[in-house]
């Protein structure tokens, strides 16, 4: 088992940024690779991007350019930097771990931490 939580969440006006953390406990952090989520209101879930177990990040969707996700495996902590932020970027922001092959935009997900809320005012 791995539990994931997320901190970090807020509120920040458009074009400002944002930095999100998800600490890892239970099994070995460095064994999964690390993906970040975000669910916007009446919105589907959608990948914002993928770190490897190496640190080679991919990124999807609009946030591409934008954000940049990183991880300390000596602090179990993986981490999402937000830029340029807009308000159409609000939304619940999930961490979660894979411990299976991937490939692409498709992270098949083992693991999820609870959320944490980013809202963008204008």
């Known amino acids: 088992q791995v539990q994931l939580v997320e901190s970090g969440g807020g509120l920040v006006q458009a074009g400002g940024s944002l930095s999100l953390s998800c600490a890892a406990s239970?099994?070995?952090?460095?064994?999964?690779?690390m993906g970040w989520f975000r669910q916007g209101p009446g919105k589907e879930r959608e990948l914002v991007g993928h770190?490897?177990?190496?640190?080679?990040?991919i990124y999807y969707n609009s946030m591409e350019g934008r954000v940049t996700i990183s991880r300390d495996n000596d602090k179990n902590t993986v981490y999402l930097q937000m830029n340029s932020l807009k308000p159409e970027d609000t939304a619940v922001y999930y961490c979660?771990?894979?411990?299976?092959?991937?490939?692409?935009?498709?992270?098949?997900?083992?693991?999820w931490g609870q959320g944490a809320q980013v809202t963008v005012s204008f």
């Open positions: 239970g099994r070995s952090f460095s064994a999964y690779a």
């Open positions: 770190i490897s177990r190496s640190g080679v990040g």
């Open positions: 979660a771990a894979s411990g299976r092959p991937y490939s692409g935009s498709q992270f098949p997900v083992d693991y």
